[in-house]
């Protein structure tokens, strides 16, 4: 099973997923046709014998031609085909199980990274919004280890390391420190470089307890996706 068959069979049982936004959008399936070619262009997966010509569902425009796992073949399996059809699929992270479809919210996110749900699960997470994220992704088997694909980054996943990271940075980030850029400012958690009026205001006893905890992660991937999640104490 690709990311994009676990998405498409998610998406067919549920329908209707509420977004981040506050709408929701309606999936329906599309329209597809016999192919002659067994594999799919882009995931490598069977297309058994149902899809979409490649020429007729890949735009000139579209740049990750790259990731084709089978660049041989001309047929799109109709995954592949339904995922790049939406462009909620692109704009909006996702959670897809066997069952459920999600676009969660950050915070949403954040539960969901702590504790995953039953395998096999694809989670996908769209920073920018521009990108086709679910192409790139891998499908996970286990909760303990598993992958998440932040734009074109994947990001292996341990939940109590994860949780390990998020304590010191969602207390940083309580106490008035920003956790990424924003506009003209760089982020102080993100970089290590705080302003020394915030560390006065905290306490620098406490705030140095917090760096050293922070410190031997920064610029990791795992930090990365933290810095995404994490959460104000008084959101949580």
């Not at 192919?35 to 882009?42: A, M, S």
């Not at 905290?202 to 810095?227: D, I, K, Y």
């Amino acid at each position: 099973m690709s990311a994009t068959s676990l998405i498409y069979q998610a998406a067919m049982r549920q329908r209707t997923v509420n977004m981040s936004s506050g709408k929701s959008v309606t999936y329906q399936d599309i329209e597809a046709g016999p192919v002659k070619d067994g594999l799919c262009w882009l995931c490598g997966a069977q297309t058994t014998g149902q899809g979409i010509p490649v020429k007729e569902a890949i735009k000139p425009t579209f740049t990750d031609g790259p990731l084709a796992k089978a660049p041989n073949s001309q047929s799109l399996c109709k995954a592949c085909a339904f995922c790049l059809s939406y462009r909620e699929l692109r704009n909006y992270s996702i959670v897809a199980t066997t069952e459920t479809l999600l676009h969660p919210t950050r915070a949403e996110l954040r539960g969901i990274l702590l504790d995953p749900p039953k395998p096999p699960f694809v989670i996908c997470v769209a920073v920018s919004g521009q990108k086709w994220v679910h192409i790139k992704s891998l499908e996970a088997w286990s909760r303990d280890d598993f992958p998440v694909q932040m734009e074109d980054t994947t990001v292996y996943v341990i939940p109590e390391i994860l949780a390990g990271i998020l304590e010191p940075v969602e207390a940083l980030y309580s106490a008035g420190f920003r956790k990424a850029a924003y506009k003209d400012m760089a982020g102080e958690i993100e970089t290590g470089d705080y302003e020394p009026y915030k560390v006065q205001l905290m306490g620098v006893s406490e705030w140095e307890r917090l760096e050293n905890l922070v410190a031997p992660h920064r610029g990791t991937r795992l930090f990365q996706l933290a810095l995404f999640v994490a959460q104000k104490k008084e959101e949580l």
